[in-house]
């Protein structure tokens, strides 16, 4: 399984981004798709995910800014993020969990770096 994670850049803080995370799968294969971020000295943090079913999760901090959606027909995941802050500066990865028999499966894409200046 391969994730192609896209669309990272330096953006003004007020701004907007949208990230892309291309599947060498279908995503419906996948339990979750969800995207992670990592800023530097902090540990990699849940931002959003999608289930199968629709179901999204968001962290706190980025609830009402960001949002999460996908195209099964491009097996594509995206991350629509607005309103940007300079805390939101991360490196950006898209993951997948679960698939088919296998629950634990974990998988990661290369990250994203977003940039939000002040």
């Known amino acids: 399984v391969q994730l192609q994670a896209s669309g990272g850049g330096l953006v003004q803080a007020g701004g907007s981004l949208r990230l892309s995370c291309v599947a060498s799968?279908?995503?419906?294969?996948?339990?979750?798709m969800g995207w992670y971020r990592q800023a530097p000295g902090k540990e990699r943090e849940l931002v959003a995910s999608?289930?199968?079913?629709?179901?999204?999760t968001y962290a706190d901090s980025v609830k009402v800014r960001f949002t999460v959606y996908r195209d099964s027909g491009k097996n594509t995941t995206y991350l629509a993020m607005s309103s940007l802050k300079p805390e939101d500066t991360a490196v950006y990865y898209c993951?997948?969990?679960?698939?088919?028999?296998?629950?634990?499966?974990?998988?990661w894409g290369r990250g994203t770096l977003v940039t939000v200046s002040s």
């Open positions: 993951n997948a969990k679960g698939l088919g028999t296998v629950p634990n499966a974990d998988f």
């Open positions: 799968r279908n995503i419906y294969d996948f339990a979750s």
């Open positions: 999608i289930t199968a079913g629709g179901s999204m």
